[in-house]
């Protein structure tokens, strides 16, 4: 158990915790920015810190338990403000046994009482724009989806886009505050303006293709969307979940009750 890290491209290191959720640590010559935090079952703040000796500043790419209640080993960590309140949903005692299942069912032992006491931190605003870590930077760009406040993060230097859960080769839509699927994939697709040619997202540990995010996003035409079939995800009831496939391997999973029907009400 514990951490496992690889570097994926120059400063860049994508971080997997105990129960294989990814964040990602872009490391410049003054500062260094964590994006997402896991479920922090373990000091997540301290492993951080044994891969740079700069200051490391923490921003989350959207508010859920999985990505911020790692948060709790920082001083301060940086939500959009869309995503503030379901943040501080995801940090109460409901998700946070949530979390403590999930390490029992991966046979992880943590102190409970430690863990169920150890408060995040008060969420601060985190603005769209550009944070400069000194010959690497990253641009904080507001892409709502998988949840209203999600965040994708570009950075320049290494072309290389970070975009949350808002796209994992097998991408889930359907929380009670995920986007319309159209008006996710307009917010996906206008990305493609940007000229990355690489791609991390949180729950792989592999570094992608551009063409992977292409594909999916080209594949994910309202026919497909029409044609998505029902799927069961097991612990979200009274969600009527359905599938589509737009490219090989790829999953988009979704609520059908928020898919529009007729052209004339389509974004
Ligand atoms: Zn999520």
Not at 3 to 31: A, I, K, N, Q, W
Not at 65 to 87: I, K, M, N, Q, R
């Amino acid at each position: 158990m514990g951490f496992r890290v690889r570097d994926v491209l120059p400063d860049v290191f994508h971080v997997e915790d105990t129960l294989g959720v990814c964040m990602t640590l872009l490391v410049g010559s003054r500062e260094a920015l964590l994006v997402d935090a896991g479920y922090g079952l373990e000091d997540v703040a301290a492993f951080a810190a044994s891969l740079t000796d700069r200051p490391i500043r923490l921003i989350l790419t959207h508010g859920h338990y999985d990505h911020s209640l790692g948060a709790a080993w920082f001083p301060e960590a940086f939500v959009l403000e869309e995503d503030t309140a379901l943040a501080r949903e995801h940090g109460t005692d409901f998700w946070r046994r949530r979390a403590l299942d999930a390490a029992e069912e991966n046979g992880f032992r943590t102190d409970e009482r430690a863990f169920l006491s150890r408060r995040t931190p008060e969420w601060k605003r985190l603005e769209e724009g550009r944070i400069e870590l000194g010959g690497l930077s990253a641009r904080v760009i507001r892409c709502p989806g998988h949840t209203p406040g999600s965040a994708v993060i570009y950075v320049p230097e290494r072309a290389l886009l970070l975009t949350g859960d808002n796209w994992n080769p097998c991408t889930w839509l359907f929380f009670p505050e995920a986007l319309p699927v159209q008006e996710y994939r307009a917010n996906m697709r206008r990305l493609l303006e940007l000229p990355f040619r690489h791609v991390l997202c949180p729950h792989r540990w592999e570094l992608f293709g551009r063409d992977r995010l292409e594909d999916f996003l080209a594949g994910l035409t309202d026919g497909k969307l029409l044609a998505a079939e029902a799927v069961d995800t097991g612990a979200w009831p009274g969600i009527r979940t359905v599938q589509t496939e737009p490219a090989p391997g790829q999953l988009l999973v979704f609520d059908a009750d928020k898919l529009r029907r007729h052209r004339e009400d389509r974004l």
